[in-house]
């Protein structure tokens, strides 16, 4: 164990805070994370990034479910909007999903090696989906599961290397990099539009994997600094070596618990707007910019994610209470969106569900590293959002076929904002563990 790369050991380490001498194996601590500096700030810019490409196509999804969707129904194939909603809601689920493996990975792998595979794993999926646009099926693999397992793989080491660079400042360097998704989400529908009308979707995806390759070049900035003392684990002791890399201490901690298992009921109705958002201004409003509402939800959510981010930096501030408030809006916005028959008070509402989605996003890696500790980010991360995964992708295909039965969106949104509201009233049992 002796050789094992600094990168590969930076989950497997046991926190020694008080030391600050030499240990017998000649590893030093480092001090607190720096906080700043070049090195640091190059970091940010590859999670911006990172960030910014994997979510500007997922969250852009719409764009492509509007195409897919006209398809399927000119090919009669039956409940076409649970199933071109179904493809786009693999994506998100699958890139939750898996991110228990994403963190395990970081263990064996380590953070820069696990982010490179994961964005060249996703360039891939994107690439063979150009080929198989009158395949839903495919689709659901290629799109959905091999994209959402590449995103996944990128994703969490984006999040959890910069517990390695930041710790006073860790807020505000997780919402720098956290409006990446917002920027992207921005640029990227009128683009795919743009694409999709000179080449269609085949010409869409591939330029769409020539983007991702992006994710694994930023990839290999994610190197760890070693800011703890690290104990290895006994020699040829695979047992110690398993429980290091499989870690099962963060689910006895009853804060990180409870926070855990809110989130998959507050999220169950999160990406139903942005799968379905644009449908719903097609059948209530005519002569409008329908990427309008999705856009200002981006424009605004970035604003969120750096207020938000900065505020979580506060010694007076409760992260979790601003995680509350933030579901709280966003299912009171999303129940009221229906209702809505002015285009520019719906893009008021878009504007300050934006504002609040940024919160949310932007509190889920302060608040793991606030329970677990950096060296277990990667794996508290991608636990939570590995059993949110499955409502997360079940809430879109779940709001098609309600809209097909009553063919009206009142309900699928009704729906989808009762479920941040549920979660977030579970998330007070936190403040009675100690």
Same mark, same amino acid.
């Given at each position: ?36 500096? /070049? ?5 940010? /810019? ?16 719409? %764009? ?18 649970? @199933? ?21 990975? =970081? ?19 994107? /690439? ?37 660079? &930041?710790?006073?400042?860790?807020? $505000?360097?997780?919402?720098?990099? =956290? *409006? ?7 640029? *990227? ?8 009308? !000179? ?12 983007? +991702? ?9 994610? !190197? ?18 398993? !429980? ?12 990180? @618990? ?35 509402? /999705? ?12 207020? &938000? ?15 509350? #408030? ?13 209702? %809505? ?19 949310? #996003? ?8 606030? &329970? ?20 997360? +992708? ?9 809209? !097909?039965?009553?063919?009206?969106? =009142? ?19 936190? @403040? $009675?563990?100690?």
């Amino acid at each position: 164990m002796n050789s094992l790369p600094m990168e590969k050991k930076d989950l497997l380490v046991k926190i020694n805070e008080n030391s600050t001498k030499p240990e017998s194996n000649g590893q030093v601590v480092n001090g607190d994370p720096p906080d700043g500096g /070049l090195r640091a700030y190059t970091v940010v /810019l590859g999670s911006f990034l990172t960030n910014g490409l994997i979510f500007g196509v997922i969250n852009s999804y719409s %764009v492509i479910y509007t195409v897919l969707q006209k398809r399927l129904e000119d090919e009669n194939v039956p409940n076409s909007e649970s @199933r071109a909603a179904l493809v786009g809601a693999l994506t998100m689920g699958t890139t939750f999903l898996l991110s228990p493996i994403s963190g395990v990975l =970081t263990g064996l792998m380590g953070l820069r090696c696990t982010a490179v595979l994961g964005g060249t794993i996703a360039a891939f999926g994107l /690439l063979i989906s150009s080929f198989a646009i009158d395949y839903v099926n495919v689709l659901c693999f290629t799109y959905g599961v091999m994209y959402g397992l590449g995103a996944s793989l990128a994703y969490t080491p984006s999040l959890a290397i910069l517990g390695h660079y &930041f710790k006073k400042r860790l807020g $505000f360097a997780n919402g720098i990099v =956290t *409006i990446g998704s917002s920027v992207f989400t921005v640029i *990227i529908p009128p683009l795919m539009e743009l694409m999709i009308e !000179k080449y269609g979707l085949p010409g869409l995806f591939r330029v769409l994997a020539v983007i +991702s390759v992006g994710i694994a070049l930023c990839g290999l900035l994610f !190197k760890p600094i070693p800011v703890v003392i690290i104990d290895k684990p006994a020699r040829k002791n695979h047992k110690a070596l398993l !429980k290091t890399i499989i870690n099962v201490q963060i689910w006895k901690n009853n804060k990180y @618990r409870y926070w855990a298992m809110s989130m998959p009921i507050a999220l169950f109705g999160y990406f139903v707007p942005y799968v379905h958002i644009k449908k719903f201004i097609e059948l209530n409003f005519t002569n409008v910019n329908d990427n309008l509402p /999705l856009q200002c939800i981006a424009v605004t959510s970035g604003i969120g994610r750096l207020i &938000f981010g900065i505020l979580a930096d506060r010694k007076w501030a409760n992260r979790i209470m601003l995680q509350q #408030i933030s579901f709280y809006a966003i299912g009171t916005l999303t129940i009221i969106l229906p209702y %809505v028959k002015s285009f520019p008070l719906l893009v008021v509402i878009s504007l300050g569900m934006g504002i609040f989605d940024g919160a949310f #996003i932007s509190l889920i890696g302060p608040i793991a590293i606030q &329970f677990c500790g950096s060296v277990q980010a990667a794996q508290s991360i991608g636990c939570m959002l590995g059993v949110a995964a499955f409502p997360l +992708s079940l809430g879109p295909p779940i709001a098609g076929l309600i809209f !097909k039965a009553h063919h009206s969106y =009142t309900l699928p949104f009704i729906l989808a904002g009762i479920s941040p509201l549920v979660g977030a009233t579970i998330m007070f049992a936190i @403040r $009675f563990q100690k």
